[in-house]
T-cell receptor, first 114, second 113 residues
Framework: AQSVTQLGSHVSVSEGALVLLRCNYS??????LFWYVQYPNQGLQLLLK??????LVKGINGFEAEFKKSETSFHLTKPSAHMSDAAEYFC????????????FGTGTSLTVIP | EPEVTQTPSHQVTQMGQEVILRCVPI?????FYWYRQILGQKVEFLVS????????KSEIFDDQFSVERPDGSNFTLKIRSTKLEDSAMYFC???????????FGPGTRLTVT
């Protein structure tokens, strides 16, 4: 069975500070991992994904995430927060041997303080 | 940039009524999905659809739910007799040949009163 845990339903950072959003997963097989962002009244937009290869993946808007198999983690980071980063962030897992459905975390709401 | 669209953005219905939520996936995509998110909870998978049939469904997707691709562009989710607990945001998604990357629509907020 797959599950995703996002620690911290609300995270606040100052503008220019490091953003760190945590995601841990459980999976019986190596999964594919995703981060999505949701701005108010909009759909889920793909930020970045890990399927195979390099464990550090870069996404849009300066975000990146590192797949750490030993820690079953896929934390999302950005060196310097911008006001426009304020949104809801979702981590998702898709089992690599079946694909298809995604398993989502509960989301983390990021607030950026000017 | 191609995007998934959903209509309506907000639907209010009375308990027991039928609702149809509509989605237009990205035009060259082959896999289609419905997810829902009850307020304050995680996004949950409902069903996936490929080659005009359901390929996978969750426990949530019971006999009250059905999906259809009535033409070459629309993908619909029907709830036959809505319950209060069906109130949620419903997201449609689609993916192409390498189905690992799913593109989501903006969602339909369903309120059952």
């Amino acid at each position: 069975a797959q599950s995703v845990t996002q620690l911290g339903s609300h995270v606040s950072v100052s503008e220019g500070a490091l953003v760190l959003l945590r995601c841990n997963y459980s999976s019986s097989v190596p999964p594919y991992l995703f981060w999505y962002v949701q701005y108010p009244n909009q759909g889920l937009q793909l930020l970045l994904k890990y399927t195979t290869g390099a464990t550090l993946v870069k996404g849009i808007n300066g975000f990146e995430a590192e797949f750490k198999k030993s820690e079953t983690s896929f934390h999302l980071t950005k060196p310097s927060a911008h006001m426009s980063d304020a949104a809801e962030y979702f981590c998702a897992v898709s089992p690599s041997n079946t694909g298809n459905q995604f398993y989502f975390g509960t989301g983390t709401s990021l607030t950026v303080i000017p | 940039e191609p995007e998934v669209t959903q209509t309506p953005s907000h639907q209010v219905t009375q308990m027991g009524q039928e609702v149809i939520l509509r989605c237009v996936p990205i035009s060259n995509h082959l896999y289609f999905y419905w997810y829902r998110q009850i307020l304050g909870q995680k996004v949950e998978f409902l069903v996936s659809f490929y080659n005009n049939e359901i390929s996978e469904k969750s426990e949530i997707f019971d006999d009250q739910f059905s999906v259809e691709r009535p033409d070459g562009s629309n993908f619909t989710l029907k709830i036959r007799s809505t319950k209060l607990e069906d109130s949620a945001m419903y997201f449609c998604a689609s993916s192409g040949q390498g189905f690992h990357e799913q593109y989501f629509g903006p969602g339909t907020r369903l309120t059952v009163t």
